[in-house]
T-cell receptor, first 112, second 117 residues
Framework: QKEVEQNSGPLSVPEGAIASLNCTYSDRGSQSFFWYRQYSGKSPELIMSIYSNGDKEDGRFTAQLNKASQYVSLLIRDSQPSDSATYLCAVNRPQGAQKLVFGQGTRLTINP | GAVVSQHPSWVICKSGTSVKIECRSLDFQATTMFWYRQFPKQSLMLMATSNEGSKATYEQGVEKDKFLINHASLTLSTLTVTSAHPEDSSFYIC?????????????FGQGTRLTVV
């Protein structure tokens, strides 16, 4: 089982709709969860971090965490073409230097 | 967010030569930096953890004698790809942790695209 799993997509969403991205993780001891956006040929950019169960909202983005189900998601409201990118879910390994482990990423396309 | 600068952004080298990539934290001190490699259409794979003032720790399967890491100061880590071969061509990205309210968030450099010919 992979440490962090995402649906690789591609996921296509019409402009203005809600895009929903999902991620599961295997280590129950993980405490920190992140969503990164990566445009083609660029390095990842941090969008959201979440550390406790429930929802966390920041502008058009909402991260949701359910530690019991080992599940974290990202919702993008009012999707824009500029949101088209690969979204990477990352989870802290709870031991040692707290390394970030990434999922394979979900490629999202927003259709005008 | 915190700024991490990586240099160069791209490099082409001949097979058998060595290439050094620098990663700097510009507005914070980073005792730990991480080096990742990303092949096309794949996710980031952690290569090693760079620790200031001590030896780096490498992930399983990463050759420490081929990928030399030096973290000589709190703001600079370097990755040297020695005796590069075409299969080392990849996108190399560093990250550094910046404390945020007791829980650290990772910020990434711009990445270095290495092409070995």
């Amino acid at each position: 089982q992979k440490e962090v799993e995402q649906n690789s997509g591609p996921l296509s969403v019409p402009e203005g709709a809600i895009a929903s991205l999902n991620c599961t993780y295997s280590d129950r001891g993980s405490q920190s969860f992140f969503w990164y956006r990566q445009y083609s040929g660029k390095s990842p950019e941090l969008i959201m971090s979440i550390y406790s169960n429930g929802d966390k909202e920041d502008g058009r983005f909402t991260a949701q965490l359910n530690k019991a189900s080992q599940y974290v998601s990202l919702l993008i409201r009012d999707s824009q073409p500029s949101d088209s990118a690969t979204y990477l879910c990352a989870v802290n390994r709870p031991q040692g230097a707290q390394k970030l482990v990434f999922g394979q990423g979900t490629r999202l396309t927003i259709n005008p | 967010g915190a700024v991490v600068s990586q240099h160069p952004s791209w490099v082409i080298c001949k097979s058998g030569t060595s290439v050094k990539i620098e990663c700097r934290s510009l507005d914070f001190q980073a005792t730990t930096m991480f080096w990742y490699r990303q092949f096309p259409k794949q996710s980031l794979m952690l290569m090693a953890t760079s620790n200031e003032g001590s030896k780096a720790t490498y992930e399983q399967g990463v050759e420490k004698d081929k990928f030399l890491i030096n973290h000589a100061s709190l703001t600079l880590s370097t990755l040297t790809v020695t005796s590069a071969h075409p299969e080392d061509s990849s996108f190399y990205i560093c990250s550094a942790r910046a404390p945020a309210g007791g829980t650290t968030e990772a910020f990434f450099g711009q990445g270095t695209r290495l092409t070995v010919v």
